[in-house]
């Protein structure tokens, strides 16, 4: 791991922020994968303490809180800005800390980006939809019309609107896309902890019980375990992260699931379906904290991605899920040997 290089002494590189985080460090790795040069962005400590990076080595790291400073001291020379950094967690309440982080971080970027004309990408999120009563469409007029369940869906909703605002000011990336990302599983997000997807935390309660526990619906009509979600394979979303670079995809914000919803019956089968275990599932309440602000249903509307030429199928949730399960096994089997670490 060594700092960024100086924009004398370095071909154009893709800035990441959230680098060290489950989605920007999934990026990176695509991004070494294809000889894309980056420079990842995070607090340091996240470099040396996510030991699920041990697979590839980050290289040019440059400190989250130093970013504004460092751009405008080294100028380095950019190819593109993925901002996929952000306070992530759906329960966090302190407004000011989220605008901070989710808001103003951003719209800084966002005017680097436009002053240097460098294509931006961000992560918007599907919290912004709430409880759905518009149902799950990309269309940019209903914004305005949209009511979070929290304050961490408000903040990306507000750093949408902030930047369809520049964008009929004139003040913009010559190339930009947000994208509301769904309800993302994959490798690399033991970090996250009680955010993580519910395929990790079946595999660590399958692993240790044998069983499972998923939270009862308290809604009539909707049986338990029948909570439907989007669930997207984060090897499918940085798919489309690349893409939109490539193409380019010239503005907009877009949905970024997979346009079917799926039950967390069906998420949690297809776990003890990939560690060879036979289904226990059990049901226990909802924590009162979250009732008001639980999703029962999100499915993405996909027609506005798929219209900019996104044509690839996407990963159904029983190969995604085995694919991630069979990359946690092998950790354990490391963890196991000494070669790696155990999850703190």
Known sequence: ??????????????????????????????????????????LLTHFKNRTEHHIFEFDNVVDRDGL????????????????????????????????RMNLEYSKMLWNYASRHKIPFI??????????GELGYNDD????????????YGESKRLFDLWALDEEKKGNHPPSWAGFKFFNVYGYGERHKKKMASVVLHAFDQISQSGSVQLFQSHKDGIADGEQKRDFIFVQDLVKVIHFALSKPIPRGIFNLGTGQARTFLDLVNATFIAMGRIPAISFIPTPEHLKERYQYFTQAQMDRLRAEGYARPFT?????????????????????KGDLRAEE
């Not at 800035?15 to 994968?33: D, K, N």
């Not at 751009?71 to 800390?97: F, K, N, S, W």
């Open 316 to 336: 159904s949730i029983e190969e995604g899920v085995a694919d991630y399960v069979a990359r946690l096994q092998k950790n354990q089997a490391l963890a196991a």
């Open 122 to 131: 961000y992560a918007s999120s599907a919290a912004t939809y709430g409880e």
């Open 1 to 42: 791991m060594s700092s960024a290089p100086h924009a004398k002494d370095s071909k154009p590189r893709i800035l990441v922020t959230g680098a060290a985080g489950f989605i920007g460090a999934r990026f990176v790795e695509t991004c070494t994968e294809r000889d894309i040069p980056t420079i990842a962005v995070d």
């Open 140 to 151: 940019e007029s209903l914004i305005t019309r949209l009511k979070p369940l929290n304050p």
């Open 68 to 99: 504004s400073d460092w751009l405008e001291l080294r100028q380095p020379h950019l190819q593109a800005i993925v901002h996929l950094g952000a306070c992530t967690d759906t329960t966090q309440m302190d407004v000011a800390y989220l605008n």
